[in-house]
Antibody, heavy 119, light 110 residues
Framework: EVQLVESGGGSVKPGGSLRLSCVAS????????MSWVRQAPGKGLEWVGR??????????DYAAPVKGRFTISRDDSNNTLYLQMNSLKTEDTAIYYC??????????WGQGTTVTVSS | QTVVTQEPSFSVSPGGTVTLTCGLS?????????PSWYQQTPGQAPRTLIY???TRSSGVPDRFSGSILGNKAALTITGAQANDESDYYC??????????FGGGTKLTVL
């Protein structure tokens, strides 16, 4: 069974940093494209970014609101996806979901981890 | 900046059929946008229903189908059930590595 378990969420002050992790199991992680999606309280889903598999070049892409502040990376030896978030803003407050990809769509979703940015 | 549009809300009677759409503020949706659809109930993670326009995700009943209708992507639910009452989101691949979600449709079954 494919499973994704996010961790690393918490409370942080504006301007601070946080690193989220997503441990994957049940599939060949190194072959997978992966994405992060977030959802602010009471709002809709927002695509954050994507990382391709190393065999497909390992490129990353980001949504405009997070580009230059967030970095997606992967550790294929430990089946783990990361989201490094710097210069956090109050509007980054959200549940952050890790997902597998199928083409340019999301496939399997984790349960999410909550990030709160507040002074 | 192009916006992905969805109906804010929709209602359907139990047993009925409903079609939700996913469009662009400028231009037409085609298969090259790789439209996909997600269902989310309150307090739960989203669930993938349809990817690559019309391919059902594993375990999704065939009451759910995806297509291109006119200049929009569409999600059709036939034989609506009470537990279909959820928020539905589409996402489009805009090119250059960027994907954008629509604002979501709140579906009521009554």
């Amino acid at each position: 069974e494919v499973q994704l378990v996010e961790s690393g969420g918490g409370s942080v002050k504006p301007g601070g940093s946080l690193r989220l992790s997503c441990v994957a199991s049940g599939f060949i992680f190194s072959n997978a494209w992966m994405s992060w999606v977030r959802q602010a309280p009471g709002k809709g889903l927002e695509w954050v970014g994507r990382i391709k598999s190393k065999t497909d070049g390992g490129a990353t892409d980001y949504a405009a609101p997070v580009k230059g502040r967030f970095t997606i990376s992967r550790d294929d030896s430990n089946n783990t996806l990361y989201l490094q978030m710097n210069s956090l803003k109050t509007e980054d407050t959200a549940i952050y979901y890790c997902t597998t990809n199928n083409y340019y769509s999301m496939d399997v979703w984790g349960q999410g981890t909550t990030v709160t940015v507040s002074s | 900046q192009t916006v992905v549009t969805q109906e804010p809300s929709f209602s359907v009677s139990p047993g009925g059929t409903v079609t939700l759409t996913c469009g662009l503020s400028s231009g037409s949706v085609s298969t090259t946008y790789y439209p996909s659809w997600y269902q989310q109930t309150p307090g739960q993670a989203p669930r993938t229903l349809i990817y690559n326009t019309n391919t059902r995700s594993s375990g999704v009943p065939d009451r759910f189908s995806g297509s291109i209708l006119g200049n929009k992507a569409a999600l059709t639910i036939t034989g609506a059930q009470a537990n279909d009452e959820s928020d539905y989101y589409c996402i489009l691949y805009m090119g250059s590595g960027i994907s954008v979600f629509g604002g979501g449709t709140k579906l009521t079954v009554l």
